[in-house]
């Protein structure tokens, strides 16, 4: 009958444990003048953001973008996007598939509070059977809707709560990649 009661406690500083891990997993935290966030912490943000459709020319052309996969390449300063991507185009019979790679740095956008591409970089186009599709400007539409992504899509928005517990006078300066990390730096 004594062990009952020291379980109840027990179970209660378990579970306190377990939340906590559960922060932590979700941001490092404040330390000094940065915050870091790691590639599946984006990664699963951006699995709640996706597919996307994009319309461009008037409809003329689409592309829909689906299946995110972020990582941050050992000693690489950006971060790496790779998506599946369906092209279309008005009077085309069929809807091209296939895959795209970009590499980009990030920036923060006190708008969103988010974590937003800076300077997308196409790195890689594969739309097999793209015939004309890609001679029409496969490569142009793509670029089109990296801007339009990056300008209204954040990559990962920042907890308000987060935001809150920022040092007082302190706001966000630069974002980085370092040692495969995100890191958002305050100003001093």
Known sequence: MRIRPLFLPLLLLAGLALAGCTTLNTVTGWLGNRVSFTAPQLQRSLDNSFPREFDKLG???????????????PGDSRLRLDFDVA?????????????????????????????HLKDPELLSIDVPNAGTLLKGGTRELLNAVLVEVANDQPV???DSDLLRKLPAGKRIATTDIENGLVVVHLDR
Do not use: C, H, K
């Open 59 to 73: 409809g003329l052309v689409g592309a829909t973008l689906s299946r995110p996969r972020l990582s941050i390449p």
């Open 156 to 158: 990962y928005r920042l």
């Open 87 to 115: 092209v279309n185009a008005l009077g085309a019979s069929n809807i091209t598939s296939g895959r795209f790679a970009l590499a980009s740095g990030l920036r923060y956008d006190p708008a969103t509070q988010g974590l």
